[in-house]
């Protein structure tokens, strides 16, 4: 597996390299063997197609790229290597109805969480607790993926501050992006500067987008000064321990939920290419072994707030769709019309934020 951050940043990267780790456990006589920090920050005379040569050289059999950032070396490790299985988290090379399916990738296969879900349980613990109606998202780099997760995490936020906290008065979303997945110090906005500004500026809950822990570290340190703000960690079920009493939450991924039985049909000589976009398990979405997106609490969470965002998920369980319209993009154009769902080709490709979202919809 290629990481695209260090093995141990509480989350990305750290909950891909506990999904090989779950393989490893799961099916006899398999090893997981990795590489991490493959991004240009950390290894800019090394491509990623280059680290999966490496590994294959190492005797690897299957390699897993774990982040969009290495679309280019998936095409290009696939290419050069057909009789090699591929495995992309978060690609859609093998989604014949995408919009960047790639026929000739015959061995490449796709994963990735329909993490929608796990953030608008976000968006909504966030709405439950904030009292100045103000929540900031502290965003990665702006692309399709993160547009569409930042867009489910106020969706869910806006659903819940009207329908289950009863506010009527309108709800402050603001998105700040940083410019990667975590930072890297003259090239990126600084994620701790970031989540200070919002904290200090009335936005009392920060939903974290990014791979690392800055949002929590800093909610920690504010309430340290007597001020009541918390954060939403993400991607990693333990993220939230750095502090668990600033932390409302996390959305994680169980990435071996999905990756266990695509390796074992490897094995079994069974293998096709697939394109996997798998949800929660809803009869328990916490379940390790069937669930592969899940909501772990916090302490910060209240006992109230708990409740009712446990009624939001059975809601969600129960066949709840905020992606039904009338819904604007954030320019004013019409995304879907009264009564209309969305498809998941337009969840996926999302080009926009939504309309009362603020921030940037595309970089600048």
């Given amino acids: 597996m290629l990481l695209v951050g260090p093995y141990n940043d509480n989350g990305w990267s750290t909950a891909t390299y506990e999904g090989g780790l779950y393989v490893q456990a799961q099916i006899p006589n398999t090893e997981f063997i990795y590489a991490d920090n493959v991004n240009i920050a950390s290894n800019p005379n090394t491509t990623a197609a280059q680290f999966a040569e490496q590994l294959l050289q190492r005797g690897a059999k299957v390699i897993i790229f774990n982040s969009d950032d290495m679309k280019d070396g998936v095409s290009e490790f696939s290419k050069a290597h057909p009789d090699v299985p591929v495995i992309w988290l ?11 399916y790639q026929a000739d990738l015959t061995n490449e296969s796709d994963i990735m969480g329909e993490m929608e879900y796990g953030k608008m349980m976000a968006g909504c ?9 103000k929540i900031g998202f502290l965003g990665p780099l702006i692309n399709d993926e993160t547009r569409r997760l930042a867009d489910a995490a106020f969706l869910g936020a806006k659903y819940c501050w009207e329908n289950i906290a009863e506010q009527t008065t309108p709800l402050e979303f603001k998105v700040t992006w940083i410019g990667m997945w975590f930072n890297i110090p003259g090239v990126t906005l600084d ?3 970031v989540a200070d500004d919002f904290y200090t500026n009335g936005y009392d809950v920060v939903i974290s987008g990014i791979d690392s822990t800055e949002a929590v570290v800093e909610a920690n340190k504010f309430q340290g000064q007597g001020k009541e703000v918390y954060a939403v960690q993400y991607d990693y079920k333990d993220a939230c321990k750095v502090a668990p009493k600033a932390c409302l939450g996390v959305p994680y991924f169980n990435w071996g939920v999905a990756l266990k039985p695509m390796i074992q049909s490897i094995i079994d000589g069974t293998y096709t290419r697939q394109f996997v976009w798998q949800g929660p398990d809803w009869k328990d979405i916490n379940n390790a072994d069937t669930s592969m997106v899940g909501f772990q609490k916090s302490d910060g969470l ?3 707030a708990s409740t009712k965002l446990d009624q939001f998920i059975s809601e969600l369980a129960g066949g709840l769709n905020l992606w039904t319209g009338p819904m604007n993009y954030q320019d004013g154009t019409v995304f879907l019309k009264e009564g209309e769902t969305a498809t ?3 969840i996926w490709y999302m080009p926009q934020l939504l309309e009362g979202m603020l921030g940037d919809s595309v970089a600048k």
């Fill in 191 to 193: 994620p701790t500067q």
């Fill in 125 to 133: 613990a966030a709405a439950l607790t904030t009292k100045t109606g």
């Fill in 302 to 304: 209240s006992a109230d």
């Fill in 90 to 100: 978060s690609g859609d090379y093998a989604w014949k109805d995408g919009q960047r």
């Fill in 344 to 346: 998941p080709q337009q």
